[in-house]
């Protein structure tokens, strides 16, 4: 059987620790509850297929040095590779040591730089048949090494983020058109189920589904370094990987929540899909009762409370942590302490604080959503990262850009209607204004 690459290896690691995050949040979302008999042998064999992973990973990378040293080359701790070879499998960081020294090789390249040179490592990155790393075959910059791009990519999404959280999948397409079918059991559209008298003919039905059209749009950060910057090699790798990240990764969350849909994604506060609790009668302004939560709670869709959380604004949480409901509060702490769910329970479903939330008392302060309402959409691509090699040369400035694709919709066009009663019912609730 033959070895599996170094990236495979990794790509595998990746995927495993998807599974064991997904059993870790099955649980907490699940009142906070301990693994079960079976989760947990579960969760045991993928510590075991990483530790395993692990060594093959450290084997694989120490036979690419071996070869590399072997065709003539240095390893890459000295950032040297032979021309006209392909090292993207057996060398991901093209023999760099970091982001930060990839930025000032590219910096240093440009022919009027004071006492630069082109890197050798820039000028023979991964040349192959298929062409080089350099962006578009032209002087705009190179992109950036496999492994520092995939470790942009882990930032984004490292930490309480949307975008682990709802109905994702990945796309080579910057459009996808699919058919919805919003019916339900009891409508008087779509598929329905009749009971039949003897001898008598049936009622057909079909389906009743719509076209929808998910585009992907173009989310970027762009980033300028001063010379001086660049010479201080750990506070520019924090520069251009932390702080692109978490800039790349708020505006993900942003447009998720209430994006509007133009030129970004819709978010599911602007929305159709939305329902708004109304406020009680005479009810204060700046306020939340235990009447607002119990009315949210009842317009959530039964199928989506075992995956639902709330949202709150910080300033939301001294409200809700004395709030009671006859003489019984609603507020519970968590059970092992508040690092697990800093924010406690309300009606047994976890609190999480978002900055994306409204302030007290207005539309958005406190939310009931199940994120797998949201239907998201991501460039198989991944994250794009080129750096400039003139611009801004005459103010003593190098620039950096990183590109992603993203688009998403609530899966829902509007609430749902009840088999009896009034209140439609959603994936996502919120509270109206109280002013």
């Known amino acids: 059987m033959s070895k599996m690459t170094l990236k495979a290896l990794k790509s595998q690691v990746q995927e495993l620790k998807g599974q064991g995050r997904a059993l870790l949040d099955a649980a907490q979302n699940d009142g906070d509850r301990e693994l079960t008999a079976e989760e947990d042998q579960r969760f045991t064999a993928i510590e075991a297929e990483l530790e395993a992973l ?6 694989a990378e120490r036979d690419a040095e071996r070869r590399l040293r072997m065709q003539g080359t240095s390893i890459p701790t000295t950032g ?5 070879q392909d090292r993207r499998a057996a060398d991901p960081r093209a023999g760099f040591q970091s982001l930060a020294e990839f930025a000032s090789a590219v910096h240093g390249s440009h022919p009027q730089t004071p006492g630069g040179a082109t890197d050798e490592r820039l000028s023979s990155m991964y040349q192959s048949a298929a062409g ?6 032209s002087n705009d910059g190179y992109m950036v090494p496999p492994e520092f791009r995939d470790r942009i990519w882990e930032l984004i999404f490292a930490g309480d983020n949307l975008l682990s959280e709802v109905d ?5 397409s910057n459009q996808v058109n699919d058919l919805t079918d919003e019916t339900t059991p009891w409508g008087a559209t779509g ?3 009749y009971w039949r008298a003897e001898a008598t003919k049936m009622t057909a039905t079909r389906g009743n589904v719509s076209p929808r059209s998910v585009i992907l749009h173009e989310l970027y950060a762009f980033v300028r370094a001063s010379d001086e910057l660049l010479e201080d090699a750990p506070r520019l790798n924090n520069r251009l990987e932390t702080k692109a990240a978490e800039a790349i990764s708020w505006k993900i969350d942003s447009a998720i929540v209430e994006g509007s849909g133009v030129g970004q994604p819709l978010g599911y506060m602007a929305s159709k899909a939305l329902v708004t609790v109304g406020k009680e009668t005479g009810q204060a302004a700046d306020t939340i009762v ?5 009315k949210m709670y009842a317009r959530m869709l039964p199928q989506g409370m075992a995956r639902a959380h709330w949202r709150v604004n910080s300033d939301v949480l001294p409200q809700l942590m004395t709030m009671m409901l006859g003489d019984q509060p609603i507020w519970t702490p968590p059970r092992d302490g508040f690092t697990k769910a800093p924010g406690g329970f309300l009606f047994g479903r976890p609190i999480k604080m978002s900055e994306h939330c409204g302030t007290l008392g207005d539309v958005g302060d406190i939310q009931l959503i199940d994120p797998k309402g949201y239907y998201g959409l991501r460039k198989n691509t991944g994250v794009k990262f080129a750096s400039s090699i003139h611009l801004y040369f005459d103010y003593g400035e190098q620039a950096f850009r990183w590109t992603v694709r993203l688009g998403g919709q609530p899966h829902l066009s509007k609430p749902v209607a009840p088999n009896k009663g009034t209140a439609s019912k959603s994936h996502f609730v919120t509270l109206d204004e109280r002013a």
Do not use: C
């Not at 692990?54 to 084997?59: F, G, L, R, T």
């Not at 080089?132 to 075959?137: D, H, I, K």
């Not at 994702?168 to 080579?172: L, S």
């Open 54 to 59: 692990d060594a093959q990973i450290a084997v």
């Open 80 to 84: 040297r590779i032979e021309v006209g």
């Open 132 to 137: 080089s790393y350099r962006e578009g075959g």
């Open 168 to 172: 994702a999948e990945p796309t080579n």
């Open 191 to 193: 598929v329905t189920a």
């Open 290 to 294: 235990a009447a607002n939560v119990a």
